[in-house]
């Protein structure tokens, strides 16, 4: 028969199995959650950073400089491929009619359209506050109907409507890119956002 000592020896290699059984479980959990909230830091500040090339070609669209439908086409153009990144079926890099010029790409090819999507999957993981989702929810809206002013002002038929849809595209960029002194997420959106995680942005 197991004698007393043996019973508390037994008890206490339980205990410890069960101690160690739950770390095990539990770490990966933890690292997990650390690791989803580094990476929707990551995705959010490349989001802004691509997010600011996007409104860079949308002022110069729209600039006093603006000479006509293929000067504003082309920057459009080029907003969109920095939006959409390569992978898009919106891209075009070449220098064919209505271009005025070689497209090219000013943005790293990824696109702020998928950087913010992916900061907002790495935001859920982390289980950040329904504020700060709710604001890259508001920022993604903003930035999908940019997307699609920019593509119709690229196919635009008239000046009117090339030019028009060019300035939906700036209006829905700086609502993307929202208001960092403000309590709400509506408003803040992706500046609210990267408060809310610590990180600053440039503008």
């Given at each position: 028969m197991m004698g007393l000592?043996?019973?508390v020896v037994a008890k206490l290699l339980i205990g410890a199995w069960v101690v160690l059984a739950l770390g095990l479980i539990g770490s990966p959990l933890v690292v997990s959650a650390e690791d989803s909230g580094a990476k929707a830091k990551a995705s959010l500040q490349k989001a802004h950073?691509?997010?600011?090339?996007?409104?860079?070609?949308?002022?110069?669209?729209?600039?006093?400089?603006?000479?006509?439908?293929?000067?504003?086409?082309?920057?459009?153009?080029?907003?969109?491929?920095?939006?959409?990144g390569t992978t898009s079926p919106d891209y075009f890099d070449k220098h064919e009619a209505p271009f005025f010029e070689k497209v090219g790409n000013p943005g790293d090819g990824h696109g702020a359209l998928m950087y913010l999507e992916e900061a907002r999957e790495a935001l859920k993981?982390?289980?950040?506050?329904?504020?700060?989702?709710?604001?890259?929810?508001?920022?993604?809206?903003?930035?999908?109907?940019?997307?699609?002013?920019?593509?119709?002002s690229v196919h635009g038929t008239g000046v009117q409507q090339t030019h028009g849809h060019a300035d939906q595209v700036a209006a829905?960029?700086?609502?993307?890119?929202?208001?960092?002194?403000?309590?709400?997420?509506v408003t803040g959106t992706l500046?609210?956002?990267?408060?809310?995680?610590?990180?600053?942005?440039?503008?």
């Open positions: 000592r043996d019973h950073d691509q997010l600011e090339l996007a409104i860079d070609q949308a002022e110069k669209a729209l600039g006093p400089h603006r000479k006509g439908s293929g000067w504003v086409r082309t920057y459009m153009q080029r907003a969109l491929n920095v939006l959409g993981e982390a289980n950040a506050s329904v504020a700060v989702q709710e604001a890259i929810d508001h920022a993604l809206t903003h930035l999908s109907n940019a997307v699609n002013h920019a593509r119709e829905f960029l700086v609502a993307t890119h929202g208001k960092g002194d403000t309590d709400s997420p500046a609210y956002a990267m408060k809310q995680m610590g990180l600053t942005m440039s503008k």
